[in-house]
T-cell receptor, first 111, second 116 residues
Framework: KQEVTQIPAALSVPEGENLVLNCSFTDSAIYNLQWFRQDPGKGLTSLLL?????REQTSGRLNASLDKSSGRSTLYIAASQPGDSATYLCAVDNYGQNFVFGPGTRLSVLP | EPEVTQTPSHQVTQMGQEVILRCVPISNHLYFYWYRQILGQKVEFLVS????????KSEIFDDQFSVERPDGSNFTLKIRSTKLEDSAMYFCASTLLSGQAYYGYTFGSGTRLTVV
């Protein structure tokens, strides 16, 4: 059974810092991995999708990498801003059947 | 950009009542999903739906739950005889392809269900 974990559970940084969020999964037989952002009480906004054949994806200040063999993904946020404050979730596509989500990392970027 | 639309955004119901949560997936998507998130917990898979039938369901999705695609655009989740522990945010999602899901999943903004 696929298990997804994320560390740290919470992170507080001053504005402008670069930061890394980590995601680990136990079963490397995945089709893809997707990073989401969730604001309090709100829905899930897709940030980046990495297919299993890819190693990384970039969008603006965000860069996500995937090492399928070791069951790891990282989300790198450059030059963090207070507007980046949210919970970041990673989810793995378990061979197209359903997504398995991690518990999330709650990020606070202080002005 | 196409969106998955969910209604209502918030529903309050009395314990024992039936509720129907509604979703309009992206029009050319073929695979549809319901997930839920109990406050402070992980997002959990409930059910996937393809070609007018359930393709997979989790242990959570018992006889209390049902899904339907009553027409070409709506996708509904019915919860019968609601319990306090059904209080959660319910998310609908859709994707064009499954397996090699190049486009990823698009989630709706959720329906917050409160059972009192």
């Amino acid at each position: 059974k696929q298990e997804v974990t994320q560390i740290p559970a919470a992170l507080s940084v001053p504005e402008g810092e670069n930061l890394v969020l980590n995601c680990s999964f136990t079963d490397s037989a995945i089709y893809n991995l997707q990073w989401f952002r969730q604001d309090p009480g709100k829905g899930l906004t897709s940030l980046l999708l990495i297919q299993s054949s890819q190693r990384e994806q970039t969008s603006g200040r965000l860069n996500a990498s995937l090492d399928k063999s070791s069951g790891r993904s990282t989300l790198y946020i450059a030059a963090s801003q207070p507007g980046d404050s949210a919970t970041y979730l990673c989810a793995v596509d378990n061979y197209g059947q359903n997504f398995v989500f991690g518990p999330g990392t709650r990020l606070s970027v202080l002005p | 950009e196409p969106e998955v639309t969910q209604t209502p955004s918030h529903q309050v119901t009395q314990m024992g009542q039936e509720v129907i949560l509604r979703c309009v997936p992206i029009s050319n998507h073929l695979y549809f999903y319901w997930y839920r998130q109990i406050l402070g917990q992980k997002v959990e898979f409930l059910v996937s739906f393809y070609n007018n039938e359930i393709s997979e369901k989790s242990e959570i999705f018992d006889d209390q739950f049902s899904v339907e695609r009553p027409d070409g655009s709506n996708f509904t989740l019915k919860i019968r005889s609601t319990k306090l522990e059904d209080s959660a945010m319910y998310f609908c999602a859709s994707t064009l392809l499954s397996g090699q899901a190049y486009y990823g999943y698009t989630f709706g903004s959720g329906t917050r269900l409160t059972v009192v």
